[in-house]
């Protein structure tokens, strides 16, 4: 799953180049705590031309009365399960992430740990997006798509965000295949390590967590 993300500071350069922006640079608040309902930036193309927006995580929409966020989407479900199945036929975008968080261990002393690329700063999520919200609450909101854990996420979870290479970067946002044919990052590209207590937003949240002093 990804029930919490991060994205440090980068240079403005790593996003206008792949998908060749033309909008002026946006003033990119960096978060290392990203939460559902929270507003983080994502690449989409509208209008004929690729564009960087924020919007917030998770789809709204009500179940029994009560209002819920959707903030993951199982790629293997999402063209028939409502309510991602209109946005997968036409509104695609890219999640852009420093590395993404996930909890692991006995239930009641799960740790969390940071997933990241070995040799890259920047991961991009398969995500779609929406325009709607719910009644007196009109946003853009964006979903992240899963798919079963690879080889290396399996101790962590059975789940994983779809990470796409940069080779299907410009497939995805242009519907050209199902996100599940397109390229996706192996297992030997990725990179953990346990986390302390993920408290504030601060960029020591994605730092090893210190080892305990044995006296040595």
């Known amino acids: 799953m990804c029930g919490r993300y991060a994205l440090g500071p980068e240079p403005w350069s790593v996003f206008q180049e792949p998908f060749r922006l033309t909008q ?61 199945r209109a946005a997968i036929t036409r509104r695609h975008c890219l999640v852009p992430a420093t590395g993404f968080y996930e909890w ?27 325009e ?39 497939d995805w946002l242009e519907h050209a295949a199902p996100v599940q044919s397109l390229a996706q990052i192996s297992a030997e590209a990725m990179a953990e390590h346990e986390v302390g207590p993920l408290q504030g937003d601060h960029a020591g949240l994605t730092a090893p967590a210190p080892q305990g002093d044995f006296g040595f």
């Open 104 to 130: 692991v261990g006995p239930k009641r002393a799960r740790k969390p740990h940071f997933i990241h690329l070995r040799t890259a700063p920047l991961m991009f999520m398969a995500g779609l997006w929406e």
């Open 24 to 84: 002026p640079a946006p003033n990119l608040r960096p978060s290392w705590n990203i939460r559902p309902t929270n507003s983080a930036p994502v690449i989409l193309k509208r209008d004929g031309h690729y564009e960087m927006r924020q919007m917030r995580w998770g789809f709204q929409f009500r179940v029994n009365g009560k209002s819920v966020a959707g903030f993951n989407a199982k790629s293997e479900t999402a063209t028939t399960t409502w309510p991602y």
């Open 132 to 170: 709607y919200g719910l009644k007196d609450d009109k946003a853009d909101c964006f979903t992240i798509l899963t798919t079963a854990a690879n080889r290396f996420m399996q101790p962590l979870h059975t789940r994983m965000p779809v990470i796409l290479t940069q080779s299907s970067w410009v």
